[in-house]
């Protein structure tokens, strides 16, 4: 979504494993705890002493965004594992994580533009509002409109000056002007769909959009159309929705019936009315459902089948990247988070403050106010 302000930056969750594959740690008690941090390395930056997180910055291995905090004044650096800063506190007053094409959003001054994962700037600080890069597309704001702009950032698409733009995968873009959206491509230049009376964006994934619809009963109904914007599933009404992922989709009808279809509206597999799907969509041909009355959580695979069941009683479990699905345990006085991997195995216990894992496989965990790095 659109980036306004620097202050904002997504807090995320994260992660951290054992240098052994299918080895776990289990965290017996606190004394185990403390011998494994004393482990891992301290995250030292110059110039960053009061650090407050560092994030793996996507598609980008050995790159992490540092958030720090000085006199009420939040700073930002670019940096590697060793440490060493490609874009030193004070450089930027604000570096998205979140990116693509090796492009990051930065902000200096009253302005955005966008770095590359080196620290240096491609597309020059111009811009008044930006948002990060999906699939090699942005959106800025140059004072007067909203633009869709490409990796060299050379303008495709200009709104008029009350429409707002979201930028969407696979080349689509949403276009709002407050009571009535539109959806269009970029790479045609067209406006392909108009909303309904009533309705509202909600989510696209894998050549399926769901709207929101105000029905006359108070309630709101979900209906899902498909490239095509040919609406699909008209005969169910559905309230709740987990989008599309590896061409399943978890819906739950105003009946309380719920159930995993696939791409044409077929019923896949049912779920217990006790089942919740959590937080988690399918995610590398697994989703987690937590099993209510055991109060256990447990893996399927797309055809329904059970792969495994997660030994615990936790929160919440998140989407599988890379193998590993985070493991929350909130007990209303301290969020703790841990490591799962594709076997149903806990590759990290479950007793750390935040984690977050790169696909070059360094993690960043943090615990008791501090932050560690971990190979894995």
Avoid at 104 to 118: A, K, R
Avoid at 154 to 161: D, E, F, L, M, V
Avoid at 284 to 309: H, M, P, Y
Avoid at 338 to 358: H, I, M, Q, Y
Wanted: aromatic share 14%; with cysteine.
């Amino acid at each position: 979504m659109r980036i306004r302000l620097k202050y904002i930056f997504i807090l995320i969750a994260a992660v951290i494993v054992t240098a052994g594959a299918g080895t776990a740690f289990l965290a017996k008690s606190y004394s185990e705890e403390v011998q494994l941090v004393r482990s891992l390395k301290p995250v030292e930056l110059a110039g960053m002493d009061s650090l407050i997180q560092l994030v793996p910055m996507d598609g980008a291995e050995n790159r992490f965004v540092a958030e720090g905090e000085e006199d009420g004044r939040l700073f930002y650096a670019l940096t590697d594992r060793d440490g060493s800063c490609l874009a030193e506190a004070g450089q930027y007053d604000y570096i998205d994580f979140q990116g693509d094409n090796d492009r990051y959003l930065f902000q200096q001054g009253e302005y955005f533009g966008y770095l590359n994962q080196d620290g240096q700037p491609v597309i020059p600080a111009r811009y008044k509002e930006g948002s990060p890069f999906v699939e090699g597309w942005a959106v800025v704001w140059d004072e007067k409109q909203d633009c869709i702009i490409d990796t060299k950032g050379k303008t495709c698409y200009r709104a008029k000056p009350n429409q707002r733009l979201t930028m969407l995968q696979d080349g689509y873009f949403l276009m709002e002007n407050g009571y009535q959206l539109w959806v269009g491509s970029v790479t045609n230049r067209e406006t392909l769909f108009y909303s309904k009376k009533g309705m509202s964006f909600d989510s696209y994934s894998e050549g399926f959009f769901w709207f929101s619809q105000d029905r006359d009963d108070g309630e709101i109904r979900l209906l899902c159309y498909n490239a095509d914007f040919q609406q699909v599933f008209s005969d169910k009404t559905i309230q709740r929705t987990s989008g599309f992922s590896d061409g399943r989709c978890f819906i739950e009808t105003g009946e309380g019936e719920k159930q995993c279809i696939g791409e044409k509206g077929n019923t896949v597999f049912q779920l217990k009315r006790d089942w919740l799907t959590g937080t988690s969509q399918f995610s590398q041909g697994l989703a987690w459902i937590n099993d209510e009355k055991n109060n256990n959580w447990f893996c399927v695979n797309t055809r329904g089948d059970r792969v495994f069941s997660l030994s615990g009683t936790y929160s919440d479990c998140g989407a599988f990247q890379d193998g590993y699905a985070l493991v929350i345990d909130d007990d209303y006085d301290n969020l703790k988070k841990g490591l799962a991997d594709n076997r149903g195995k806990l590759a990290l216990p479950v007793c750390f403050e935040s984690v977050s894992w790169t696909k070059g496989r360094t993690a960043v965990v943090g615990y008791e106010g501090k932050l560690y790095f971990a190979d894995f």
